[in-house]
């Protein structure tokens, strides 16, 4: 059984920036793709990044790309999202989640286990 844990969220200002990290146990972690979503309050949850098992392959939702970037450590099995240039729309809870099909790409419904959720504000 894999379990996700997600850590780094907080306040920060609109501009600013933050990484969060997502460690994961329980199986290979190469083994499987990664995403990251976001939900804010009222809203459906929503795709914001995605890795292929190997990190070969990276996956976007258009209103971060160049501000957002995913990688992962399959040494550390952990997958982090680099946040810069936040903006007050970005604020969100952000789930990491696994794609046991590897691909880590845009589609909600590959992803099998989630994590709890770590909160990002954003202040203007």
């Known amino acids: 059984q894999v379990q996700l844990v997600e850590s780094g969220g907080g306040l920060v200002q609109a501009g600013g920036s933050l990484r969060l990290s997502c460690a994961a146990s329980?199986?290979?972690?190469?083994?499987?793709?990664m995403g990251w979503f976001r939900q804010a309050p009222g809203k459906e949850r929503e795709f914001v990044a995605g890795?292929?098992?190997?990190?070969?392959?990276?996956y976007y939702t258009d209103s971060v790309k160049g501000r957002f970037t995913i990688s992962r450590d399959n040494a550390k099995n952990t997958v982090y999202l680099q946040m810069n240039s936040l903006k007050p729309e970005d604020a969100a809870t952000y789930y990491c989640?696994?794609?046991?099909?590897?691909?880590?790409?845009?589609?909600?419904?590959?992803?099998?286990?989630w994590g709890q959720g770590t909160q990002v504000t954003v202040s203007s």
């Open positions: 989640a696994a794609d046991f099909r590897g691909s880590g790409n845009q589609d909600k419904k590959s992803y099998e286990v």
């Open positions: 329980g199986r290979t972690f190469s083994n499987y793709g």
């Open positions: 890795i292929s098992r190997s990190g070969g392959s990276t």
